[in-house]
């Protein structure tokens, strides 16, 4: 059954940078877009970044965009997201998404 695992969050200092990571076990995303959101507490979920496999583009929100990078793995199994120079507002769960599939999501704290 396709599902789709998030991992790489935890606590970063103001400032750093975090690199997370989609995966679809025993699955491959093929041509298709994947995409990352994130929901902070009290918010609702926001549309951060996504990449189309087939060609690689990527789409950014605009705000992040100069500090986020969104690549993925020739053999269509893996998606990354770096976000650099982190502020308190990234805190969050963040989430993969592949068409009308979600994971479980990867919780993101942005503390000294």
């Known amino acids: 059954q396709l599902r789709l695992v998030e991992s790489g969050g935890g606590v970063v200092p103001p400032g750093g940078s975090l690199r997370l990571t989609c995966t679809a076990p025993?699955?491959?995303?093929?041509?298709?877009?994947v995409s990352w959101y994130r929901q902070a507490p009290g918010k609702e979920r926001e549309f951060v970044a996504s990449i189309m496999y087939s060609n690689g583009t990527p789409e950014y929100k605009a705000s992040i965009e100069h500090r986020t990078t969104i690549s993925r793995d020739p053999g269509q199994t893996t998606v990354w997201m770096v976000m650099n120079v982190m502020e308190p507002t990234d805190k969050g769960t963040y989430y993969c998404?592949?068409?009308?599939?979600w994971g479980q999501g990867t919780q993101v704290t942005v503390s000294a």
């Open positions: 025993g699955h491959k995303f093929g041509i298709n877009k």
């Open positions: 998404d592949f068409g009308t599939l």
